[in-house]
Nanobody
Framework: QVELVESGGSLVQAGGSLRLSCAASTSIFSMNYMGWYRQAPGKQRESVAL???????NYADSVKGRFTISRDYSKNTLYLQMNSLKPEDTAVYYC?????????????WGQGTQVTVSS
């Protein structure tokens, strides 16, 4: 069983920056996909950024050039650096990871961290 714990969410003014962290309870070397999703009130959860074990990275068009996803294997932690924040970035941000095994792939989610951007 893998536990993912997010932190770093806060209230920030538009144009500001935040860094979210997602600490994993096990080695993230085993996680072929790690990423960040977000869900705003009344909206569906959407993908924000994805980082694969081959270091391929994908971003949602709405955050390209402003957000940066990265992994620190020494700390078993996934990060999301968010710059030039906009009110529309307000959401609960969730960490996501998948772990393959001979029996199949398991997916894990964190509990979420709230990001609120004021105008």
């Amino acid at each position: 069983q893998v536990e993912l714990v997010e932190s770093g969410g806060s209230l920030v003014q538009a144009g500001g920056s935040l860094r979210l962290s997602c600490a994993a309870s096990t080695s993230i070397f085993s996680m072929n996909y790690m990423g960040w999703y977000r869900q705003a009130p009344g909206k569906q959860r959407e993908s924000v950024a994805l980082h694969t074990d081959t270091s391929r990275i994908n971003y949602a068009d709405s955050v390209k050039g402003r957000f940066t996803i990265s992994r620190d294997y020494s700390k078993n932690t996934l990060y999301l650096q968010m710059n030039s924040l906009k009110p529309e970035d307000t959401a609960v941000y969730y960490c996501y990871a998948t772990v393959p095994s001979p029996r199949g792939t398991s997916a894990y989610w964190g509990q979420g961290t709230q990001v609120t951007v004021s105008s």
